[in-house]
């Protein structure tokens, strides 16, 4: 596992969650490929050697893992691991061990179950009373396969090189450690970086890596905490204003664009700007200008959906807004009255909005709701794409509102690196070190190992 704040001299390797305990899984399938030899083994039994093409079955079974090998169990175990007798570094599409329907987007509007691929060897085991399964993989390996399950195959090499520059320096600075209770250093999911193993895997991923080996971005002798997302919607948001504490230099707001860009709706410091900033398609990187959003399915990785990245529109009706929001904050609401944003980041993201409404007893009240996070979740039956929006109110006859039109931009926080962004510099031409500099400003690029 990693070493918080250790700047490693060496390839290290990682231990990835692959199904968490969230899942609740208490059974998993797995297929080994017909090449290379794997070999199951536990603390309890000698390890048994495995044949191509095996099918595998890890089911819970009175408080230990049962292990079933082509249908014919063996003997229990509280924990199993599955791993290749030889190590080996070449990996390609599809390569390792199989394992089925595996959850891609946990707690998103695009959670899907797909069969993922694994290089390296995975340990299975019991955690609270349900399936853990840890992909423990060489983080060179492991950062091909974010590379091209993050966005898509067909982006060019420069796209590919700084999205793993970025992966392998979030990786390293390891600030987060959100599964160190699980002994794990990252999941393989969007709450950390997306990581479907060699499933998406190509060869411009695998070269895009070993060009780029070892390669990280430092800022004052320490691998930049480099935060990414899908789109900024034309303005890069600080770390301050998403994430809390004190301000990152090289986290600072950015306009996705050249830097001769204008625009008559910045900066963007009062309701009126954002506005017309949203209801404009600018000139930037992430904008359809570049690529048009027809084209941009080709580009993003297979879990994403089609759609809208930057600039999107949501409709409520009062019933839908109210039924919404009573189940989301237990406000226990008549009627909404008004969605009042309080304060909003560099980007026009909103990180504190009032809602007001009238409550079963005809009150009126107000509730604040903090964190861009909470407001996306709030505002959406899964999540919202991002809290850069402005609202738009419908009246009808009676004194509340008809509806309630959100209008927005950007998909994600909006932190650092926008891969839509870095895609449509890529596209212009722009080289692996430019795009990772325009979104950490005052950063350095250094190999490491």
């Known amino acids: ?59 819970i079974i009175n408080d230990q893992i049962a292990a079933f090998i082509n249908d014919q169990t063996t003997l229990a175990a509280n924990r199993w691991v599955v791993k290749p007798l030889q190590s080996f570094r070449k990996i390609t599409n599809k390569s390792g061990l199989k394992v089925k329907s595996v959850i891609a987007g946990r707690g998103f509007h695009w959670k899907k179950n797909i069969d993922v691929y694994l290089p390296g060897s995975v340990d299975i085991r019991i955690v609270d009373g349900v399936l853990l399964l840890t992909n423990v993989v060489p983080i060179e390996q492991y950062l091909m396969c974010v590379a091209t399950s ?14 793993t520059i970025v992966a392998r320096s979030w990786m390293l600075a390891n600030v987060e450690m959100k599964h160190r209770n699980l002994d794990l250093d990252v999941c393989n999911d969007d709450c950390c970086q997306r990581y479907q193993g060699t499933t998406f895997l190509s060869e411009d991923a695998v070269q895009g890596t070993m060009n780029t080996y070892g390669k990280v971005l430092i800022y004052n002798d320490k691998i930049c905490d480099a935060r990414y997302y899908k789109s900024c919607g034309g303005i890069t948001e600080t770390f301050e204003n998403v994430f809390g504490g004190e301000p990152v230099n090289y986290l600072q707001p950015v306009v996705d664009a050249p830097g001769n860009f204008q625009h ?77 944003p309080i304060h909003r980041g560099f980007s026009g993201r909103i990180t504190k ?22 407001i996306r979740q709030a505002l959406h039956d899964l999540f919202l794409y991002s809290s850069a929006f402005v609202v738009n109110v419908e009246y009808g006859s009676g004194d509340a509102p008809k509806a309630f039109n959100l209008k927005g931009a950007g998909w994600g926080h909006g932190v650092g690196y926008c891969q839509i962004g870095a895609l449509g510099m890529a596209l212009k031409g722009y080289s692996t070190e430019d795009i990772v500099l325009h979104y950490y400003p005052g950063s350095q690029l250094k190999k490491i190992y």
Not at 287 to 315: A, M, Q
């Open 264 to 340: 008559s709706a910045l900066p963007l410091d009062s309701e009126e700007s954002v506005k017309r900033w949203i209801d404009d398609v600018p000139d930037t990187f992430c904008s359809p200008h570049t690529i048009p959003e027809n084209d941009l399915t080709k580009y993003l990785g297979s879990v994403d959906e089609e759609g809208k990245y930057f600039r999107w529109n949501f409709r409520y009706t009062q019933k839908e807004i109210t039924a919404l929001l009573n189940f989301k904050l237990n406000l226990n609401a008549k009627e909404i009255l008004a969605l009042e």
């Open 353 to 374: 909005i009032r809602i007001v409404y009238k409550n079963s007893s005809n009150e009126r009240k107000s509730v604040i709701v903090s964190d861009q996070y909470n």
């Open 150 to 163: 993050e966005m898509g195959a067909a982006c060019p090499p420069a796209l590919i090189e700084s999205q």
């Open 1 to 59: 596992m990693l070493t918080p704040n250790v700047i490693p001299s060496k390839e290290p390797e990682l231990r990835v969650g692959i199904v968490l305990p969230e899942d609740k899984l208490t059974k998993i399938e797995i297929v080994t490929p017909d090449s290379p030899d794997y070999q199951l083994q536990s603390d309890e039994k000698n390890p048994e050697l495995l044949s191509g093409d095996a099918s595998l079955r890890f089911e």
